[in-house]
């Protein structure tokens, strides 16, 4: 579960999902009120899970697998990824920039 990097705080799984759900570029602490965000370790893990499912989005067009599996399939990958998501999530108090390097 993530760590609050400014009070050292742990972040319940219900918290950081909720956490999650705010259109902004930084999430913030419940015990704190500091403003966190993902690492770059998490938002490579993120972008790799991002390709996993695209590449499950074009895989039925190579095996023939009907159109509703693999719609259910693309659901059930995301909500587990949605669930599974505060157990790798690592924060930061840096704001992150754009170059990866
Ligand atoms: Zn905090």
Same mark, same amino acid.
């Given at each position: 579960?993530?760590?609050?990097? =400014?009070?050292?705080?742990h972040?319940?799984?219900?918290?950081?999902?909720?956490?999650?759900?705010?259109?902004?570029?930084?999430?913030?602490?419940?015990?704190? =009120?500091?403003?966190?965000?993902? !690492?770059?370790?998490?938002?490579?893990?993120?972008?790799?899970? *991002?390709?996993?499912?695209?590449?499950?989005?074009?895989? +039925?067009?190579?095996? !023939?697998?009907?159109?509703?599996?693999?719609?259910? *399939?693309?659901?059930?990958?995301?909500? *587990?990824?949605? *669930?599974i998501? +505060?157990f790798?999530?690592?924060?930061? =108090?840096?704001?992150?920039?754009?170059?990866?390097?």
């Open positions: 579960m993530p760590t609050c990097q =400014n009070c050292k705080s972040w319940s799984w219900k918290q950081t999902l909720r956490s999650q759900f705010v259109f902004d570029t930084g999430m913030k602490c419940p015990f704190c =009120n500091s403003k966190q965000y993902l !690492n770059a370790k998490t938002r490579k893990k993120f972008f790799l899970s *991002l390709i996993i499912v695209l590449l499950l989005m074009i895989f +039925p067009a190579f095996f !023939n697998i009907s159109p509703v599996i693999s719609v259910i *399939l693309i659901f059930v990958l995301a909500a *587990l990824s949605l *669930l998501y +505060p790798y999530t690592e924060l930061t =108090n840096e704001e992150p920039t754009l170059d990866t390097k």
